[in-house]
């Protein structure tokens, strides 16, 4: 069955080092894929979305990720991280074209160590 | 900017009862979605809703029920709570494909059944 995976359900990162969140998914290329935050007691607010115009796409707050087709992945990263990063963080896709319905990865925690 | 509003963040109910989550946006969305969100499994659909009485199930509709009387209003229906449906619900509206782009969550309501 077509999923995301998110590999590492903790992350925990020093503050101003980089932040890498993982994310793969399966073999059939996604039309599209999310990457969600979740801040404490909050819901999902979108970062960025990759719409297969750009293999680098730019998000909010310094975040960016890349699609790369041949390592099925979709890695977040933030060259330096700050304590307001710490927050849930999603992986997500409709999977199919034309499917409304999100699928989204187990999450990963990210913790910032001052 | 989009608003999409539950209509309680905390809930407690006893089992058995019959327990109603409300969801509204403001953006005049087709498409609204419940998810249930709990620790390591990430969020998962209970149901989709793509115009007003029209409803899909999602991967886990299994003591829920929807309502969508009006365009604006998502209800989210336990016929008789139970332990295990104690858990984080979200609602979202809009979608991955067409103008909307993306899907927009509300706060989530935190239900404890007891």
């Known amino acids: 069955a077509q999923s995301v995976t998110q590999l590492g359900s903790h992350v925990s990162v020093s503050e101003g080092a980089l932040v890498l969140l993982r994310c793969n998914y399966s073999?059939?290329?996604?039309?599209?894929l999310f990457w969600y935050v979740q801040y404490p007691n909050q819901g999902l607010q979108l970062l960025l979305k990759?719409?297969?115009?750009?293999?680098l796409v730019k998000g909010i707050n310094g975040f960016e990720a890349e699609f790369k087709k041949s390592e099925t992945s979709f890695h977040l990263t933030k060259p330096s991280a700050h304590m307001s990063d710490a927050a849930e963080y999603f992986c997500?896709?409709?999977?199919?074209?034309?499917?409304?319905?999100?699928?989204f990865g187990t999450g990963t925690r990210l913790t910032i160590i001052p | 900017d989009v608003k999409v509003t539950q209509s309680s963040r905390y809930l407690v109910k006893r089992t058995g009862e019959k327990v109603f989550l409300e969801c509204v946006q403001d953006?005049?969305?087709?498409?609204m979605f419940w998810y249930r969100q709990d620790p390591g499994l990430g969020l998962r659909l209970i149901y989709f809703?793509?115009?007003?009485?029209?409803?899909e199930k999602g991967d886990i509709p299994e003591g829920y029920s929807v309502s969508r009387e009006k365009k604006e209003r998502f209800s989210l229906i336990l016929e008789s709570a139970s332990t295990n449906q104690t858990s984080m619900y979200l609602c979202?509206?809009?979608?991955?494909?067409?103008?909307?782009?993306?899907?927009?969550f509300g706060q989530g309501t935190r239900l404890t059944v007891v």
């Open positions: 979202a509206s809009g979608g991955v494909w067409g103008n909307t782009g993306e899907a927009f």
């Open positions: 073999s059939s290329v996604p039309p599209y």
């Open positions: 990759y719409t297969s115009a750009a293999t």
């Open positions: 997500a896709s409709p999977l199919n074209f034309g499917n409304e319905k999100l699928t």
């Open positions: 953006m005049d969305h087709e498409n």
């Open positions: 809703s793509y115009d007003v009485k029209m409803k």
